[in-house]
């Protein structure tokens, strides 16, 4: 293809584990360079060094913790000062809050709107003029299928900040698409990660059946081939796709009621 022949470069964020190494895995193999970051440089070596060795793609690490409000001004000024431009772009860092809103520190709710709201807007604020200059970009911004179900208790927060995103990326992909920029929400389920041992909650989401979890590998495929195509929104997934049309279809108040009762038996919301 055209654009991979170009070299382009990749700058995927959450990328020492689950989707975000997904991701990595999937834009090499595709022939981008890429930039990769997360807190965890350890881990971002050793998928560095194979990422090169595997797709003798060039391969940069830059450690960031997302969480302190000038993470994406200096990781942009790193990108500029190492002479690499970026083409795409995935906001992919992220977890969850487990529990009630009330029973949360104030200070972990703020991590999350940074890392997944603040970081995710600001560095695509800073990116996105590159792009309009060059005729190219692939914006792929993490939401979830949390922001098209009703919001269970438990979610508060998560739930909106993906919705957020989801309205964003919506909106943004309409602004830029004459400038050859696509622009993606994706909205996976139930995803193989280590999502839910950050949050605590391996024990509990055990309990949901086999076919309501997909692969991280299926997310970061279908995420990669939706933003090329400029498709704006993603639900990777055959039986997230079923949800999110049935709850488009089934009445408001049955949907917010179904929710409350299956959420109980999987989400901390204590
Ligand atoms: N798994 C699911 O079921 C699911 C479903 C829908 C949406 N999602 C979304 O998918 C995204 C990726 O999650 P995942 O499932 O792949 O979980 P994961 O395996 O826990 O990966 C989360 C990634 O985010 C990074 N991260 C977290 N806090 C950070 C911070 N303060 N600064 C920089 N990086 C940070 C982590 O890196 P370090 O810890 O090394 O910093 C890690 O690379 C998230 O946005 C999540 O909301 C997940």
Redesign the pocket.
Known sequence: MADQVKRRTGLI????????AAFAERFAAEGFDLVIT???ID?LETLAARLRSQYSRTVDVIG????LVDAPERMCAEVARRGLTIDALVN?????VPGSFASSTWVRQQ?LLQ??VMAASELTHRLLPGMIERRYGRILN?A??AALVPAPAGHTLYAACKALIVKFSEALANEVRSYGVHVTALC????R???HD?TGTRALVQKLPGWFWIE?DLVAREGFDAVMAGRPLCIPGRVNRLIATLSRLVPQRLLVAIGRLTARGYRKSD
Do not use: Q
């Open positions: 964020t959450g990328a020492s584990s689950g989707i975000g997360a807190r965890r881990r960031a913790d997302l969480a992919c860092a992220g977890f969850g991590e890392v997944t993490m979830s299928l996976p389920g139930f995803t990660s280590e999502f950050v991280a």
